[in-house]
């Protein structure tokens, strides 16, 4: 029912139990010297010593074992108090002072068992030391100590009810804390199953809409040629080299995508300036990059969505814009990240572009899986521009 917590994880109620430990060590103490300086034992003495080492000796299993194991075995747990009974019972039946001991006993005896276990050996406890002591040492005044005894039980009881039920609640609020945290680990795992399984269909759609068509157009050039003349020979040549040029193109940003490693020995703003000089030196289109505000650390699933999205949209205006000037601009605000990606080529309709493509498509859910958006500005002969902001906080 109750598991067992780390140690790190104890409640505040636990991690004070020590005060208990003291209070009980030092009640034996406190008693053994009063036995010493009353010298009232005589030849009982060494008994009496020696059933105050076996007390300190039996209590010690309280100190070293968690007391939500106590918990889960209330049975085992009131034969093991039988024995402490049973040494305290010794210790009376020698000193009266020995009652005071009940410091020792009554603090493990809420803190170790259930509450309704608890309250009945403190009652039974209470009852049979009481005739014990009444029994040992007769007293006229016996009505005025059943009295205050009973009492004291009482706000004994309530107090330990007050406190076990504190107790009980803090572990009841530790175990949903644990069932949230795996419920949480659980759908972390599968979000990340789920971002694997669509990034596998992503690049299965790119491979297939790219390098697939591209091998079938080498295909069907090869086969025309081996069948075509000397001039549609060359014809068809060209067009296959141009086709394995494209192809190869695609396959190096399929694989550019997939690398992880990109932003693990620089910045984002340093990965996408490397990008952007790459991109630039391939394909002779110049690339200007700009910062604006201080730029900081970010969480890797925003800076891994922000160059994938710089990849694609450069990606896309190589195969469509024709342009010869980019412009990125990456802006750092106090709780938004904006990235604009600007080209002079000769841009398109959004009406009749927007929806199709599976760049864009991926592009525009990068940003909407992390709460952004992704805007898209183009008009025919006036380039196009990527909008892309994101909510951020800062990572120290």
Do not use: C
Not at 38 to 62: C, E, R, V
Not at 179 to 202: D, F, H, I, N, P
Not at 278 to 289: D, F, G, L, M, Y
């Amino acid at each position: 029912m109750i598991k067992n917590q780390a140690k790190d994880k104890r409640e505040v109620w636990e991690k004070w139990d020590w005060v208990w430990h003291l209070t009980g060590y030092s009640a034996l103490g406190i008693n053994a010297i009063l036995s010493l300086r009353n010298g009232q034992l005589g030849d009982s003495l060494p008994l009496f010593l020696t059933l105050s080492a076996l007390l300190a000796l039996w209590y010690i299993p309280f100190v070293a074992t968690p007391i939500v194991r106590w918990w889960n075995a209330p049975r085992r747990g009131l034969l093991y108090f039988l024995v402490g009974f049973v040494l305290w019972g010794g210790l009376l039946a020698l000193n009266g002072s020995s009652l005071m001991l009940a410091a020792m006993f009554n603090p493990m005896i809420f803190t170790r068992f259930p509450i309704r276990w608890a309250i009945g050996i403190m009652i039974s406890l209470t009852v049979g030391f009481l005739l014990l002591y009444q029994l040992l040492y007769p007293s006229e005044n016996w009505l005025i100590i059943v009295i205050v005894v009973s009492v004291l039980l009482f706000i004994a009881i309530l107090m330990g009810y007050f406190i076990s039920a504190l107790a009980v609640q803090s572990m009841e609020r530790q175990r949903l804390l644990d069932e949230l945290t795996l419920t949480r680990a659980s759908l972390l795992k599968a979000e990340r199953e789920a971002g694997v399984l669509a990034e596998r269909q992503r690049l299965s759609r790119e491979i297939h809409d790219t390098l697939a068509q591209q091998f079938t157009s080498i295909i069907m050039h090869l086969s025309a040629a081996r069948l075509g003349n000397s001039t549609a020979i060359q014809t068809h040549l060209q067009q296959v080299e141009q086709a394995a040029r494209e192809g190869l193109d695609e396959s190096r940003r399929i694989i550019w995508d997939m690398r992880p490693e990109l932003l693990d020995d620089a910045t984002l703003v340093e990965s996408i300036e490397g990008v952007a000089a790459r991109w630039s030196a391939e394909n002779k289109i110049q690339v200007e990059t700009a910062v604006t505000g201080t730029p900081h650390p970010l969480d890797d699933a925003i800076e891994t969505a922000l160059l994938r999205i710089t990849q694609e949209a450069l990606h896309n205006i190589k195969k469509h814009a024709k342009a010869q000037v980019v412009n990125i601009t990456l802006s750092y605000m106090p709780s938004l990240l904006a990235l604009d990606i600007a080209d002079n080529g000769k841009g398109f309709d959004t009406s009749r572009r927007n929806g199709r493509g599976f760049g864009l498509k991926t592009m525009r859910e990068r940003a909407e899986e992390l709460g952004g958006s992704l805007t898209i500005e183009s008009e025919l002969g006036q380039g196009t521009a990527v909008a892309v902001s994101l909510p951020i906080e800062e990572t120290l």
